[in-house]
């Protein structure tokens, strides 16, 4: 999907962090998910990239980012079955390359 | 009365995501949308007839209500045209309001208003992005089409954008049979304004109607532009318009998919909602923005895109070895060039679009938009592919004072 709106491709500037399910994440402050008919579709306001969750399961998981310690946790509490969690934490790679989630901010 | 109707295919679950296009989205993923059928040009392949404003395009009030409606919706992005869209007095304050509105801006110009100050004013704007028209390399090439003087008012703009620091602002290049050899060249021009190449297909709309049988790229053509593509399509943007050219072999990068009325659409100046910008003909027209419940509405509930929101079944493409890559190629191209939806597009590189051509019946007339906004009269600098303009005598004795006189 990386060039499906091939128009609107800008080069990312931000380092990308690398994905470590173990460790909090949430969905980007500058990413507005769209409900679709078999998921969502996703917008970075600030690289204009856009991309898809191609399952409503998986858009339930990147809301759950932000209320639990760890991206696994998410994953646990979105009631993914335990077959298909090792393609959702690599969905959730895929999102972190493209900065559609970041880390949780370390609670001061 | 639905008991009648023939059933809609049910949207499947999971499964890729192209099937999921085909049956459509909650608001388009990208709508073009044309502020004005008003331009100082008057190019020989216009898709939309431009030429004179209409007098029933949107007041700005009502293009801020489309704006803030495709908010409400969260389209992200319009790609604003014409016409030309800089003439509308009131641009700048729609580019300003759709910005703040959340609503991304790419507009596609000549070039004629972007003077050093607006390019400026450009480069310090987020989220707006410039696409200048030149179809040719040269002059030469670009002035048959695009008229006289149009190459160096784009290449003009193009200075005035580099020079201000703007970036990521585009080259936008249609493909004819005239300048498909300057691909080169055309990335070689771009490189040296730091701007980006994008290329899209020429399709038969509009008055491009009139010249497509000259101006459309041979096989041959088509051919070097898909090695081309495959070469520097990582470097090159196209709109994803020639998913045609996939059949050739190997997919192109981006969406093979016809969007029509599924991930886009068209909003034309007078608030028409048109499946697609190539296809403003009245088979093609789903509403208008003034209707009531707004361009959501229409985009959610018109009969004509429930119908385009359904993967093609039928048809000799279907059984075409090739139908995945190419899906049967673009709508507006075979219904202006009087060919079957489901059948082959007119530029099939399989060939078959030659053979539909050519068994075409003699009569045939092929289908034209009454929607025609062309200049009337001759205009400055017009292009010549047609052979040099003759502009008629407004009265008989401005050839000649006995002109047409019978002095019997």
Same mark, same amino acid.
């Given at each position: 999907m990386r060039r499906l709106l091939s128009d609107a491709g800008t080069v990312l500037t931000t380092d990308v962090v690398a994905f470590d399910p173990a460790t909090p994440w949430q969905k980007a402050r500058s990413v507005a998910l769209r409900p679709e008919p078999f998921g969502a579709l996703v917008y970075h306001f600030g690289n204009r990239k856009l991309s898809f969750l191609k399952s409503k399961m998986l858009v339930a998981v990147v809301k759950n980012l932000a209320g639990h310690p760890s991206a696994? $946790? $998410?994953?646990? $509490?979105?009631?993914?079955p335990e077959a298909q969690r090792p393609a959702y934490v690599q969905a959730l790679a895929d999102l972190a390359r493209s900065q559609m989630i970041e880390p949780q901010e370390p609670t001061p | 009365m639905t008991a009648v109707l023939p059933a809609r295919p049910e949207r499947p679950t999971g499964g890729r995501l192209i099937d999921q296009f085909e049956y459509g989205l909650d608001a388009p993923i990208c709508l073009t949308w044309e502020l004005t059928y008003a331009c100082n040009l008057a190019c020989v392949h216009c898709l939309s007839s431009s030429g004179r404003r209409d007098p029933r395009e949107l007041s700005t009030a009502e293009a801020e209500a489309v704006i803030d409606e495709l908010q409400r919706m969260q389209v992200f992005y319009v790609n604003v045209g014409g016409g030309e869209p800089t003439v509308r007095p009131d641009f700048w304050h729609l580019l300003d309001y759709a910005i703040g509105?959340? @609503?991304? @801006?790419?507009?596609?110009t000549n070039g004629i208003k972007l003077d050093k100050a607006r390019a400026q004013q450009l480069a310090r704007t987020d989220y707006v992005d410039v696409q200048i028209s030149l179809d040719g390399a040269t002059a030469e090439v670009n002035d048959r089409v695009r008229g006289a003087g149009s !190459? #160096? *008012?784009?290449?003009? #703009? /193009?200075?005035n954008l580099a020079e201000a620091g703007m970036k990521d602002f585009k080259v936008s290049v249609v493909v004819t049979r005239e300048n498909a050899g300057q691909l080169d060249e055309f990335k070689a021009l771009t490189d040296s304004f730091g701007a980006q190449l994008r290329i899209t297909r020429l399709r038969p709309s509009g008055r491009g109607a009139d010249v497509w049988d000259q101006l459309h790229p041979t096989q041959a053509q088509q051919r070097d532009l898909y090695n081309w593509l495959l070469a520097n399509g990582d470097n090159v /943007?196209?709109?994803?318009?020639f998913f045609h050219l996939s059949a050739f072999g190997e997919a192109l990068p981006g969406l093979n998919l016809c969007g029509a009325g599924r991930v886009v659409c068209l909003i034309d100046p007078v608030g028409d909602v048109y499946a697609c910008p190539f296809a403003i003909h009245e088979n093609f027209l789903a509403g208008n923005v003034r209707d009531e419940g707004g361009f959501q509405r229409v985009w959610q509930s018109s009969e004509l895109f429930a119908d385009l929101r359904s993967?093609? *079944?039928?048809? &000799? =493409?279907?059984?075409?070895?090739?139908?995945? &890559? =190419?899906?049967?190629? =673009?709508?507006? #191209?075979? !219904?202006?060039t009087g060919l079957p939806l489901d059948g082959p597009d007119p530029e099939c590189v399989q060939g078959y679009g030659e053979s539909a051509l050519a068994a075409r019946d003699l009569e045939l007339v092929t289908p034209k938009s009454h929607i025609d906004h062309s200049h009337s009269g001759p205009v400055r600098g017009q292009p010549t592919l047609l052979g040099m303009p003759s502009i008629p005598p407004a009265k008989i004795c401005d050839e000649s004072p006995l002109a047409g006189l019978d002095l019997r």
């Open positions: 696994l $946790a $998410a994953i646990e $509490a979105s009631g993914v | 509105h959340d @609503v991304g @801006v790419k507009f596609s !190459f #160096a *008012t784009a290449t003009r #703009a /193009l200075e /943007l196209t709109g994803d318009s993967p093609q *079944t039928g048809g &000799a =493409c279907t059984k075409c070895a090739h139908f995945d &890559a =190419c899906r049967g190629g =673009c709508m507006a #191209a075979k !219904f202006f």
